[in-house]
Nanobody, 114 residues
């Protein structure tokens, strides 16, 4: 199973980015898909998750600015990030939870300049 994340980059404060993460391989019964991030010197934190029924949860700092969505037919999860702030700068990791395993993507760098 591989998770291929894309969409990171450098953006000015107030700008937008859209992250994508596609899961491939022998993956069955995906329950939860999500995004985490880790800034330098900080612990990895949950940004947003979405269940297979479409239920979502966000870290407080992302509410109202970020939107998580998924395409179950493509085993792909997206994170639309608007009104980005310098404190959003981090490596963003996608995460997939199935009935048996938890998988992590390789991470994509998001840098927001002030």
């Amino acid at each position: 199973v591989q998770l291929q994340a894309s969409g990171g980059g450098l953006v000015q404060a107030g700008g937008s980015l859209r992250l994508s993460c596609a899961a491939s391989g022998s993956i069955f019964s995906i329950n939860v898909m999500g995004w985490y991030r880790q800034a330098p010197g900080k612990q990895r934190e949950l940004v947003a998750v979405i269940t297979n029924y479409g239920g979502t949860n966000y870290v407080d700092s992302a509410k109202g600015r970020f939107t998580i969505s998924r395409d179950n037919a493509k085993n792909t999860v997206y994170l639309q990030m608007n009104s980005l702030k310098p404190e959003d700068t981090a490596v963003y990791y996608c995460n997939v939870v199935t009935a048996l395993h938890t998988y992590w993507g390789q991470g994509t760098q998001v840098t927001v300049s002030s």
